[in-house]
């Protein structure tokens, strides 16, 4: 009796271990179903390196109407969503025939400014040196005139500069209105800043249309308690070679510089950065017609060229 007893004692337990194990296995099966049903597998996401179909610039013509501008120059988004209308006085939009900016009333200079850069936009005209106030804005706006800048240890410092505007007197002269400009330090003006500009303009002659945004944040002080002298200036530009559609492995240059003096020897690769970092510091959202995917492999990538 008691031997059988002890037989099916032993069995019981056999039995037991054997149900605890078979539950240790088919429990993360279950779990592991559970997971498929309540987190499908998602679906495959479209390719980064597809590529776009081309942006036509216009390099046979100038835009003639402020729409065929706005469609050139803002080809790539309209960063801030800046609007013409006086209301938003700290992101007013200015379209002309050679660039498009983003004005803010109360520091006096663009947030940022936007044009194409092709071969046929440079030709031989000189530069006109004509600053002036820029008489598109609201009447009741404060003019800014060129002596605002004199004798206050900053240079008038082009956003869009004057040698990207060569082919005509009057796109050249369009680049001279205070709207353009910003407070600069002769050394990061006449610096590393002036050689990424040639250094621009080379790409364009070796047959790239280049997607320009620039502009600066921060701020320093101000000259006649009126113009804000930032703390650094920014620069994006989007090569594109002729022809070409926009994919995963278009160059994209980003800069970020610090408006000081001492940096007159720098090379401006020394200050290469990338978009996504230029977004954090400002605010903006560039590139924001591309697909969101491609969006980020170009915006994360710094350029090692």
Known sequence: MKKGVTIGGIIAVLLLIGAIAFCAWIAPKINEKLAEINDPIPEKPEETNKTLPPVKLPTAKQPQTTSEAERTYLALGNPSSARANPIFSNNYLLINNHYALSYNRSKAIPNWVAWQLTKEDLGGVERQNNFRPDNRLPKNWKNIFPSYYTRSGYNRGHIV????????????????????????????????????????????????????????YGEKSKLRRTVTVPTNCWKIIVAVSRNSGIDSSTRVIAVDMPNKNGIRDDNWR????SVRNIEQKTGFDFLSVLPKNLQNVLEMRVDSR
Do not use: H, V
């Open 161 to 216: 500069p004057s040698a990207d505007r060569t082919k005509s007197r009057e796109a050249n002269s369009s680049t001279f209105l205070m709207t353009n400009m910003t407070p600069q330090t002769p050394d990061l003006n006449q610096g590393p800043w002036e050689k990424l500009e040639r250094y621009s303009r080379s790409l364009a002659r070796r047959n790239n249309d280049l997607f320009i945004y620039s502009g600066c």
């Open 270 to 273: 020394d200050y290469k950065t």
